[in-house]
């Protein structure tokens, strides 16, 4: 794993978050890795639904 990166978007979202991947992590399977829980809390419906849509490009691990 290269970085784990997050947009200013969703960094206000964001209210708890436990991340055990470290750069230089290999990753074995990149459809199954797991590499940390982000908890996320929205001022809306709309807000929920509209940036779940897009959270592959919100939240990304870099891989090398």
Known sequence: MKDITFETSIKKNIIEKFIWGKKGDIIDDVMTAKFGIVFLEF??????????????ELIRVQVC
């Open 43 to 56: 001022a809306s419906m709309e807000e929920m639904m509209t940036k779940t849509e897009v959270m592959n």
